[in-house]
């Protein structure tokens, strides 16, 4: 069978020796299939250029913006698969504009991003980053400084109560915390009964948690969510944990609190500006824990965001509705059911 679906990966899974840079991103889903091809864009750019695209139907998008410019001249264009769960960088109505599907790895995170913020907790409670420094630099007799906490008997809040959140609550079932809170106002309150999650308005989550954790995307309703207002609100023993999306949390107010000492510390992953090329302000701060966007990046994460992603492409070219579409209205239009008709390896969505 001739091929008749492409799909390619952007050029940021390759270095520059045009070798992986992960070791597994899920490929061997989409390898044999009769009429598929899997190629690699030569060339990595910030945005997605309309050229790269020619002759795909679909992309596997790792960091690249995916903008209206990326998709609107791209008559075969049938999907983008973004590599991960966050997709602010991809502009949503564009796609559908478009009759392009965007999809998400939903599910493929949850574990590992939950596990990560479970050692985060651990690391700040008990001041593993100090301590280690008091070892490394002979400071062997200041350690009665640094008494640390349990995670017994205290109360994690979680901003958004998705999959990640739902996650984090099971892998904390065994630290007799206190029941969960958690804000989220399009959650499940079955779900979170279920869980043992009492669900209450952000201004109590975040005046009465030991533990604010923020696990919502990215979106005009929750950028700047957490500012001034609310970091103000926390108690002085309380510690804050951004492994969601920057621009979520005021990173200005963030520093002002710990500088005035009203928080006990925080883990910061992702900013509001990425990457981040020079000191970042945050990292003054000893009580403090940074990460490059990627304290959650292990081999076994990048395998399953890799498998549900390339899954989703393999539906929709044999004519299935994938898993963790972010636009599914667009399903309902007679151009992009043509164009998938057309484009389906069997011709028949």
């Known amino acids: 069978m001739a091929v008749k679906f492409s799909?390619?990966?952007?050029?940021?899974?390759?270095?520059?020796?045009?070798?992986p840079v992960y070791r597994d991103v899920g490929q061997e889903v989409l390898e044999g299939v009769p009429g598929l091809s899997v190629t690699h864009l030569e060339e990595h750019r910030p945005e997605l250029g309309p050229d790269q695209l020619a002759g795909l139907q679909g992309v596997i998008v790792l960091t690249p913006r995916v903008t209206a410019r990326s998709v609107s001249s791209s008559e075969d264009l049938l999907a983008i698969g973004r590599f991960g769960v966050g997709y602010d960088h991809v502009d949503v109505a564009a796609c559908t504009a478009a009759n392009v599907v965007l999809s998400i790895a939903a599910g493929a995170v949850d574990r590992s991003v939950a596990e990560a913020t479970l050692a985060w907790m651990l690391a700040l409670t008990h001041h593993i980053r100090t301590k280690d420094a008091l070892v490394r630099k002979g400071r062997w007799q200041e350690r009665s400084n640094y008494m640390g906490c349990e995670l017994r008997g205290r109360?994690?809040?979680?901003?958004g109560l998705g999959g990640i959140g739902r996650a984090l609550v099971r892998l904390l079932a065994g630290f007799d915390m206190n029941p969960p809170l958690a804000f989220d106002p399009y959650?499940?309150?079955d779900v979170a009964r279920g869980l043992g999650v009492r669900l209450v308005p952000l201004d109590e989550l975040m005046a009465s948690a030991d533990f604010v954790?923020?696990?919502c995307p990215l979106t005009d309703q929750t950028r700047g969510l957490i500012g001034a207002r609310e970091l103000g609100r926390m108690k002085p023993s309380a510690y804050l944990l951004n492994t969601a999306r920057g621009g979520i949390v005021d990173e200005a107010a963030l520093a002002e609190v710990l500088r005035g000492r009203q928080i006990a510390g925080a883990a910061v992953d992702c900013f509001a500006e990425e990457p981040v090329t020079r000191p970042?302000?945050?990292g003054e701060f000893e009580n403090v824990l940074l990460a490059p966007h990627s304290i959650a990046w292990t081999d076994e994460l990048f395998r399953e965001i890799g498998?549900?992603?390339c899954r989703g492409m393999l539906d929709l070219a044999q004519g299935r509705q994938p898993h963790g579409v972010v636009n599914?209205?667009?399903f309902g239009r007679p151009e992009f059911q043509a164009k998938w008709a057309r484009l389906a390896l069997d011709g028949h969505p």
């Open 7 to 19: 799909v390619g990966w952007t050029g940021d899974f390759r270095g520059p020796d045009g070798q």
């Open 155 to 159: 109360t994690l809040g979680i901003i």
């Open 187 to 189: 959650a499940d309150p």
């Open 213 to 215: 954790s923020v696990h």
């Open 280 to 282: 970042h302000p945050l």
């Open 307 to 309: 498998r549900t992603v």
């Open 328 to 330: 599914p209205e667009v």
